[in-house]
């Protein structure tokens, strides 16, 4: 894990943890509308879940992002030219 990942991991916890740890505003009118708690209980949530999916939307695009190097890598080790070159080098090392 890069730098870089870590610190966006640390600053995405963070984030989760001061929605969370969020004081909750008490209601004007209380007997006025009895599910307004429920609601900002929901938009809480729903926020979390938002964060979350942001998260696993940037890890999936980071991996795929490493797979994409791993293959570009792979193929461009295994064409010809290259890997007569590193076989003719290894024959050399080895004394054949």
């Known amino acids: 894990?890069?730098?870089r990942e870590r610190e966006g991991l640390i600053a995405r916890i963070r984030q989760i943890r001061r929605v969370a740890s969020a004081?909750?505003?008490p209601q004007a009118g209380d007997g006025a509308n009895p599910d307004a708690g429920r609601i900002d209980a929901l938009e809480a949530r729903l926020a979390h879940l938002e964060q979350l999916l942001e998260g696993l939307?940037?890890?999936v695009h980071r991996e795929s992002g490493r797979q994409g190097k791993l293959i570009a890598e792979l193929q461009e080790q295994i064409q010809p030219a290259v890997m007569g070159?590193?076989?003719?080098k290894d024959a050399r090392e080895r004394g054949l």
């Open 23 to 25: 004081p909750e505003t």
């Open 57 to 59: 939307q940037d890890s």
């Open 1 to 3: 894990m890069s730098t």
């Open 85 to 88: 070159a590193a076989l003719s």
